[in-house]
């Protein structure tokens, strides 16, 4: 695997690349989302239309990445989340007519590309219905990843 392109520092894409939350469910997947942001070497997370997610368990599960929540961006709309990205991709689970497909390799170098000041994110819809035709449209790029198969049930639950 190649490193960063010469003269361009690990971790160029921070404050390039934003993580956008669309509609979600639970307060916890805000705190687990910001946790990856934050891991991620990332530190823009843009929430749309979160509901009530300020509580102790968002806080909780962002153990580590409070900075991220504490400058999470919320917005109304998808729209207004993406209004100054020149790039935006929808996570999705199935494809849709209209919208290219990249592969995470090929939305990584797209992000890469972009010139001085612009920026990206990368969608993701809620946890149980995922992001509507039309925000996966308004994003104008999408990325499919196999489905997961669920997890089996830990032996090591106590009742």
Known sequence: ????????????????LEVVLVRPETASNVGAAARAVRNGGLSDLTLVAPGDWRTVECWRTA?????????????????EAVADCAQAVAFTGRARP???????????SAVAALG????????????TTG?????????????????????????????
């Open 1 to 16: 695997m190649a490193g960063p392109e010469p003269g361009r520092a690990r971790g160029a894409t921070r404050g390039r």
């Open 63 to 79: 153990w580590g990445a409070q900075e991220v929540l504490e400058r999470a961006r919320t917005c109304a709309d998808l729209a």
């Open 98 to 108: 209209g919208v290219p497909l990249l592969d995470v390799r090929e939305a990584a």
């Open 116 to 127: 001085p000041g612009e920026r990206a994110a990368f969608v993701f819809g809620p946890e």
């Open 131 to 159: 992001l509507t035709d039309r925000e996966v449209a308004l994003c104008g790029r999408g990325h499919t990843s196999p489905p997961t198969p669920p997890s089996p049930r830990s032996t090591s639950r106590t009742p």
